[in-house]
Nanobody, 115 residues
Framework: QVQLVESGGGLVQAGGSLRLSCAAS????????MGWYRQAPGKQRELVAI???????NYADSVKGRFIISRDNAKNTVYLQMNSLKPEDTAVYYC?????????WGQGTQVTVSS
């Protein structure tokens, strides 16, 4: 069973930055597809960014040029560097792992951007 533990959320002013971390338990982290999703109140959960085992990345259009996803396979950790934050980035951010047709979710971390 894989466990994902997010950290780094909080309250920040518009234009500021935050760095989210997600520590994963279990084996085979280096070949897993890791992702960050978010869910704002009253909205569906949406993809923010993903990074494959070979470090190929993909981003939602709304965060391109502002967010950077990265991974440290030695630490079983994936990061999301969020810059130039906007109030519309306010949401609960969830870490996601896809490995061998199985999907795992973290408990989520709140990010609030004030205007």
């Amino acid at each position: 069973q894989v466990q994902l533990v997010e950290s780094g959320g909080g309250l920040v002013q518009a234009g500021g930055s935050l760095r989210l971390s997600c520590a994963a338990s279990g084996s085979f982290f280096s070949i897993a597809v890791m992702g960050w999703y978010r869910q704002a109140p009253g909205k569906q959960r949406e993809l923010v960014a993903i990074i494959a085992g070979g470090s190929v990345t993909n981003y939602a259009d709304s965060v391109k040029g502002r967010f950077i996803i990265s991974r440290d396979n030695a630490k079983n950790t994936v990061y999301l560097q969020m810059n130039s934050l906007k109030p519309e980035d306010t949401a609960v951010y969830y870490c996601n792992q896809r490995l061998a047709a199985r999907t795992y979710w973290g408990q989520g971390t709140q990010v609030t951007v004030s205007s």
